[in-house]
């Protein structure tokens, strides 16, 4: 069996990726997907950080096929996290016309039975996390209903912060694997792709334990916009999300600090980085 992770950008996938990567008998790979690999190429991960030889040269799915077929003969478990933003998001990478569908699903389905788990966030934290483009709220919403449609088992980051070893062991339950181990250490595993590779890597990356965090404060008229998004009052409604921002802890002098720095990018052609 070949266990999935669907992950969108900025959800936490890479914190969770390490602690399901770090167990014992597994061989994970990060953020791949038939249309467009993140980072590395399945058989270039597997060379990296397990020393297996797999042709590079093969497609998509047959580099999975070749991987999970070395696994099966080595009692390893195979563990894919999905590139899930290149099937959801418009992007030069995809040609502006992402597939709205989980690609990844139709290309292994053929090598060996499948289990899926979803991984979310509140749409408003993701949106906050990716420079809040404007535009970005579709693709969200089509990912979330893609996962609820499907029916498929949902994890929520928010709840793997709060109680991260009681849901690791959840997780391993939904995957049909072994009980999870949870090890503090593991915040450290470097077998993964994600913001932990970026110059300007998240907030969480800086952290020695899994701990909730705070939403990151924006401009008032950002949380606006934010609350006022039907798409993401939507996705946030499938997936079980509160739609609220509360900013009780700023001054108005803060308020309007942020407002300005806003403005003042926006002048400068500082925002938005990326429209979706």
């Known amino acids: 069996m070949i266990r999935v992770l669907l992950c969108y950008a900025r959800s936490g996938g890479t914190l969770f990726s390490k602690f399901v990567a770090s167990q014992k008998n597994i ?165 993964v792709t994600g913001d932990n590779l970026l110059k300007n890597p998240s907030r969480g990356t800086k952290l020695e334990i899994v701990k909730p965090l705070k939403r990151k404060l924006i401009a008032p008229s950002l949380a606006r916009f934010a609350l006022a998004d039907r798409n993401m009052q939507r996705a946030n409604n499938l997936l079980g999300y509160p739609h609220i921002f509360d900013d009780f802890d700023s001054t108005k002098w803060q308020k309007i600090k942020r407002e300005l720095i806003l403005q003042f990018k926006i002048i400068l052609r500082r925002y938005p980085k990326d429209i979706y």
Do not use: M
């Open 27 to 191: 061989i994970f790979l990060s953020e791949v997907n038939p249309n467009h690999n993140a980072v590395d190429s399945p058989a270039q991960q597997v060379k990296n950080w397990y020393g297996w030889e797999i042709d590079d040269s093969l497609n998509y799915q047959n580099q999975v096929h070749a991987i999970y077929q070395k696994g099966q003969n080595e009692n390893k478990e195979l563990v894919i996290r999905d590139f899930s933003f290149i099937d959801f998001t418009p992007h030069k990478l995809n040609s502006f016309k992402p597939a709205g569908k989980f690609t990844i699903l139709d290309a292994i389905q053929k090598i060996a039975p499948i289990k899926v788990l979803g991984f979310t966030r509140n749409a408003v934290d993701v949106w906050i996390s990716r420079g809040c483009p404007p535009k970005f709220s579709e693709g969200y919403l089509k990912f979330a209903g893609e996962l609820v449609k499907h029916k498929y088992p949902i994890v929520k980051y928010e709840d793997f912060c709060d109680k991260p070893e009681s849901l690791l062991i959840e997780c391993s339950k939904l995957w049909d694997l072994p009980e999870f181990n949870f090890n503090q250490e593991f915040i450290h595993y470097s077998k």
